[in-house]
């Protein structure tokens, strides 16, 4: 069983930055491909990014250029580092881990983009 608890959500002014962090419990951190999705009131979840365990990654066209995931193996972390936010960036961001049929959630930070 793998626990998530993602970090660093908060309010931030329109074109400030966040870095979200997911830190992972138990092992074999690097062998799953994690992604951060989002869900915004009366929307579905959706994926903003992922990086697989070779570090590939892949993003939303909506966060293209302003978000960059990344992920340090050896602290068991994946991290979002978001810039240029805009007000529809508001939601709850949660972190998944997936390895084959395996697929873990976290609680979820909220992110409010506002001035």
């Known amino acids: 069983q793998v626990q998530l608890v993602e970090s660093g959500g908060g309010l931030v002014q329109p074109g400030g930055s966040l870095r979200l962090s997911c830190t992972a419990s138990g092992t074999g951190f690097s062998a799953y491909s994690m992604g951060w999705y989002r869900q915004a009131p009366g929307k579905q979840r959706e994926l903003v990014a992922r990086?697989?365990?070779?570090?590939?990654?892949n993003y939303a066209e909506s966060v293209k250029g302003r978000f960059t995931i990344s992920r340090d193996n050896a602290e068991n972390t994946v991290y979002l580092k978001m810039d240029s936010l805009k007000p529809e960036d508001t939601a709850v961001y949660y972190c998944?881990?997936?390895?084959?049929?395996?697929?873990?959630w976290g609680q979820g930070t909220q992110v409010t983009v506002s001035s």
């Open positions: 998944n881990g997936a390895l084959g049929p395996l697929s873990f």
């Open positions: 990086i697989t365990s070779g570090r590939n990654t």
